[in-house]
């Protein structure tokens, strides 16, 4: 008996006060959208990785404990990997420009290179660019 490949694809479900503000952002950061409606949205980061915008409503519908303020606690931190330093500079400071604010400094430590926003929400991510190793 054979069976179907197994499909890796991740979403990731934030909870969001201004469901157009938080669409607007992730769109000046290059991002498309999908399956838009009235409390949720659906963020491509690529053909395996979403980020469901839902409205804090709609997400406290699906947690089974409170809702954490993400401007009071971390839970997360979400990475965005990139191919380069200069693909990290130039999304943070798309990320800025849209609206995000700076967390903590770049690291620069010879094996990586990750700048630091947090999104209009609150919630934290990080570009991060692996550097390679001369052998």
């Not at 290059?30 to 990785?49: C, H, K, L, P, W």
């Amino acid at each position: 008996m054979s069976t179907a490949p197994v499909s890796h694809t991740i979403f990731v479900n934030l909870p969001v006060a201004d469901l157009g503000r938080s669409k607007a952002f992730f769109a000046a950061l290059g991002f498309s959208m999908f399956g838009a409606g009235d409390d949720m949205a659906s963020v491509m980061i690529n053909e395996r990785t979403q980020v469901m915008l839902l409205t804090e409503p709609v997400f406290a519908s699906y947690a089974r404990s409170e809702v954490a303020d993400p401007a009071k606690s971390t839970q997360v931190i979400l990475v965005l990997g990139l191919d380069d330093p200069a693909a990290v500079d130039a999304l943070f400071d798309q990320a800025i420009a849209a609206g995000a604010t700076p967390v903590g400094e770049p690291i620069n430590d010879g094996q990586r290179y990750q700048r630091g926003f947090a999104d209009p929400d609150g919630h934290q991510w990080s570009a991060l660019s692996l550097v390679a190793q001369a052998g």
